[in-house]
């Protein structure tokens, strides 16, 4: 199903996560106070925020070390007010309840730590949290003013009273700490607010290969024979150089002749004028593995474990890359300029490979080229016209990339062919692409999704003819990332906290996880793969099927269940039919096996008994309302229904579906919204939930 209780959202989903985070807070507080638990709706609410708008891959379920810090030492001081006089919440301890929680409803994701390690990880910083919340420095700058109000007698609710103080404060007549607002200021010009964290796309599962093989095939790169050889020619008695630090002519010529760096040395006086080999000593300093001191090229000592692992050397090579862009692309002389790329050449570099990671067909040049020329108007503040002058700055920058691009093949990080571009990568026709795509568009927006631009743009249709001609007039380049490249740069996107998941991580994985994961993040043949895999490792298929079901049947969440369900059915492939129509005798799951096989137009409501007809409309509500997120969302939900709703509610109820405490939630939903019987039983209710959470509104 495409809708169901994730814990992952678009940054524009607003609505979605709104309604899912609201559902989440009201659930832990009920399950804390059956368990006797610590809580804070307030607290919870506000973790699930940082997970989803501070954080570069937003998954809810996934609490690392490094989140737990953050949220605690960073994000709550700078974006949480408590006004002198507030009761202070258990922070640490809401938190420690929303990770079991989390645990115990199936929503942790399993590529992330234990939950005993996301609970050390708690214990570690909880005594650090309160010197965090009263330091000024890390304070946001809406924080400092309210609480540098507050603390002036200044009653910060109101709105008047603030306005006057913000009127004084810019008049210069209010004290302030100034050596805290300068810090804070810092913080915000060096990018380093949380706030300020961009979503990252997520990616498509990769298959890779056992690194055995990825180092069988980093030991035939020539690239890393060339380093290792430099290395070792260098040895840890040094090679002397140049008062400049280059090598000397003697030397180079050796080393052009040992390495093949392929250099014409005829006529050259100066090493300088030995491209390649310059690149690759600068390669070489760049990975660690030689350094120049007191006039002597040395091989680095703490290389020599990397030096004997071709996959680490290679990855070593790989990471360098970033830092090669004087070498590569930087101005020969006083007589050249450097490109566009120069100046933005690390995020562009980054851009390029994030944008062939796991792509499941190899990209046009014609269509990357556009995508880096998108990137460069953005950056440079360039309009969409194409005069000669921004075409000569374009084509410098593009033989630039090429020039990165040619590195990367020699690597070994990415493969070209020729051939016919895949038909993803052909221009879409604005002009008939519907209300969605906006008129006022920028062109350089609207050029990259179809290179068309408005339909009434003369200019912008002949650009977007000449692009479509180019990818379908014959053969052009295709560029692919190796799984060498491949394996590289998902080291990377996981360094920088991006979710890039590979098939065969969740061999281990509980069955729900497992699921969860699948329904969440995987096209269906990748979920087959994956799943024959977890199955596999298990040994007995029959136990492992047996694992799954019950996992779907622990479900807390009914729309989760449901594409839980979903997914494991359409993974099994011919198997999935037969196992829905097995669990329709089902007593726990047969609501959810009956929806999947009428979804799948497996099973028409003519086939259904009238006893399966009320489970499939109860199953529908109870998903309705958590869709809308429970409370007053399920409310309003029902509430525009009308009569129609209070006959459904109604036969739902006198239905056999097993999930006899969403049913009640129904029923007091119903009696709220329609004005059914039982609404003092729904009141009573609601003022229990309501009783966990903290009266407290956000301040930021």
């Given at each position: 199903?495409?809708?169901?209780?994730?814990?992952?959202?678009?940054?524009?989903?607003?609505?979605?996560?709104?309604?899912?985070?609201?559902?989440?807070?009201?659930?832990?507080?009920?399950?804390?106070?059956?368990?006797?638990?610590?809580?804070?709706?307030?607290?919870?609410?506000?973790?699930?925020?940082?997970?989803?708008?501070?954080?570069?891959?937003?998954?809810?379920?996934?609490?690392?070390?490094?989140?737990?810090e953050e949220f605690l030492l960073s994000w709550l001081p700078q974006q949480v007010t408590e006004l002198p006089g507030e009761e202070r919440a258990d922070v640490p301890g809401t938190l420690r309840t929303l990770l079991r929680f989390l645990h115990a409803a199936r929503l942790a994701d399993p590529r992330g730590p234990s939950l005993q390690d996301s609970l050390g990880a708690v214990d570690r910083v909880a005594d650090q949290h309160l010197a965090a919340m009263t330091d000024r420095t890390r304070w946001g700058l809406a924080k400092f003013w309210a609480m540098t109000a507050a603390e002036q007698g200044v009653d910060v609710q109101d709105g008047a009273a603030f306005q006057r103080f913000a009127d004084r404060a810019q008049r210069g007549e209010v004290a302030y700490d100034q050596q805290a607002l300068a810090a804070i200021m810092e913080r915000r010009l060096t990018g380093r607010a949380l706030s300020g964290v961009a979503r990252a796309e997520p990616q498509l599962p990769v298959m890779l290969p056992p690194d055995d093989e990825l180092r069988r095939r980093a030991e035939a790169s020539t690239t890393v024979a060339r380093l290792r050889g430099l290395t070792e020619w260098a040895g840890q008695g040094g090679r002397p150089?140049?008062?400049?630090?280059?090598?000397?002519?003697?030397?180079?010529?050796?080393?052009?002749?040992?390495?093949?760096?392929?250099?014409?040395?005829?006529?050259?006086?100066?090493?300088?004028?030995?491209?390649?080999?310059?690149?690759?000593?600068?390669?070489?300093?760049?990975?660690?593995?030689?350094?120049?001191?007191?006039?002597?090229?040395?091989?680095?000592?703490?290389a020599r474990p990397v030096l004997a692992d071709p996959l680490q050397l290679w990855?070593?090579?790989?990471?360098?890359?970033?830092?090669?862009?004087?070498?590569?692309?930087?101005?020969?002389?006083?007589?050249?300029?450097?490109?566009?790329?120069?100046?933005?050449?690390?995020?562009?570099?980054?851009?390029?490979?994030?944008?062939?990671?796991?792509?499941?067909?190899?990209?046009?040049w014609p269509r990357l080229r556009d995508t880096v020329h998108l990137a460069y108007r953005a950056s440079f503040q360039l309009d969409a016209g194409s005069?000669?002058?921004?075409?000569?700055?374009?084509?410098?920058?593009?033989?630039?990339?090429?020039a990165v691009l040619d590195l990367l093949v020699d690597l070994g990080a990415i493969e070209r062919d020729r051939g016919m571009a895949d038909p993803v990568f052909l221009d879409i026709d604005l002009s008939d692409a519907g209300p969605e795509l906006p008129a006022d568009m920028p062109p350089e927006f609207a050029e990259l999704l179809g290179g068309a631009g408005p339909a009434t743009d003369p200019?912008?249709?002949?650009?977007?003819?000449?692009?479509?001609?180019?990818?379908?007039?014959?053969?052009?380049?295709?560029?692919?990332?190796?799984?060498?490249?491949?394996?590289?740069?998902?080291?990377?996107?996981?360094?920088?906290?991006?979710?890039?998941?590979?098939?065969?991580?969740?061999?281990?994985?509980?069955?729900?996880?497992?699921?969860?994961?699948?329904?969440?993040?995987y096209d269906p043949d990748a979920a087959r793969t994956?799943?024959?895999?977890?199955?596999?490792?298990?040994?007995?298929?029959?136990?492992?099927?047996?694992?799954?079901?019950?996992?779907?049947?622990?479900?807390?969440?009914?729309?989760?269940?449901?594409?839980?369900?979903?997914?494991?059915?359409?993974?099994?492939?011919?198997?999935?039919e037969g196992m829905l129509r097995t669990l329709?005798?089902?007593?726990?799951?047969?609501?959810?096996?009956?929806?999947?096989?009428?979804?799948?137009?497996?099973?028409?409501?003519?086939?259904?008994?009238?006893?399966?007809?009320?489970?499939?409309?109860?199953?529908?509500?109870?998903?309705?309302?958590?869709?809308?997120?429970?409370?007053?969302?399920?409310?309003?939900?029902?509430?525009?229904?009308?009569?129609?709703a209070r006959d459904a509610v109604a036969a739902a109820l006198d239905s056999a579906h097993p999930d006899r405490?969403?049913?009640?939630?129904?029923?007091?939903?119903?009696?709220?919204?329609?004005?059914?019987?039982?609404?003092?039983?729904?009141?009573?209710?609601?003022?229990?939930?309501?009783s966990g959470k903290s009266g407290r509104k956000r301040r930021r």
């Open positions: 199903m495409d809708e169901f209780m994730r814990m992952r959202f678009e940054p524009e989903a607003e609505e979605e996560f709104e309604a899912a985070c609201g559902l989440l807070v009201d659930r832990l507080v009920r399950w804390a106070g059956e368990q006797g638990l610590t809580v804070d709706g307030f607290t919870a609410e506000t973790a699930l925020d940082y997970r989803h708008r501070a954080t570069a891959d937003g998954r809810l379920g996934l609490w690392e070390s490094r989140h737990v150089v140049t008062a400049t630090g280059r090598l000397r002519m003697a030397e180079a010529r050796e080393l052009v002749d040992v390495l093949g760096t392929g250099d014409k040395i005829e006529g050259v006086r100066s090493s300088a004028d030995l491209p390649r080999l310059g690149l690759l000593v600068e390669w070489a300093k760049k990975a660690r593995l030689v350094r120049v001191v007191k006039g002597r090229l040395y091989a680095v000592a703490k990855l070593r090579a790989f990471d360098a890359c970033f830092e090669l862009r004087q070498a590569l692309i930087g101005a020969r002389s006083g007589w050249h300029v450097e490109s566009m790329l120069f100046d933005v050449y690390e995020d562009i570099l980054d851009d390029v490979l994030n944008t062939l990671y796991s792509l499941p067909y190899p990209m046009p005069d000669p002058q921004h075409r000569m700055w374009f084509e410098h920058a593009d033989r630039d990339l090429r200019a912008a249709r002949e650009r977007a003819d000449a692009r479509r001609e180019e990818l379908t007039a014959g053969p052009v380049e295709l560029i692919r990332l190796t799984e060498l490249g491949t394996r590289a740069v998902r080291q990377r996107l996981l360094a920088v906290g991006r979710d890039a998941p590979v098939v065969g991580e969740l061999a281990q994985a509980s069955a729900a996880g497992l699921l969860g994961v699948l329904a969440e993040d994956e799943l024959a895999g977890w199955i596999t490792a298990r040994g007995e298929r029959e136990g492992a099927l047996r694992q799954l079901t019950d996992a779907v049947r622990s479900m807390t969440f009914r729309t989760r269940a449901q594409a839980t369900l979903d997914v494991l059915s359409v993974a099994l492939d011919g198997e999935g329709r005798r089902d007593t726990q799951l047969a609501p959810l096996a009956l929806n999947a096989l009428a979804h799948r137009e497996l099973l028409s409501p003519e086939d259904m008994t009238d006893a399966e007809q009320l489970l499939v409309l109860a199953e529908s509500l109870l998903q309705l309302v958590e869709l809308a997120g429970g409370g007053d969302g399920a409310e309003e939900m029902l509430r525009a229904q009308g009569p129609q405490a969403g049913l009640d939630e129904l029923r007091q939903l119903a009696a709220r919204a329609l004005g059914t019987h039982g609404a003092g039983v729904g009141r009573a209710r609601k003022a229990r939930r309501s």
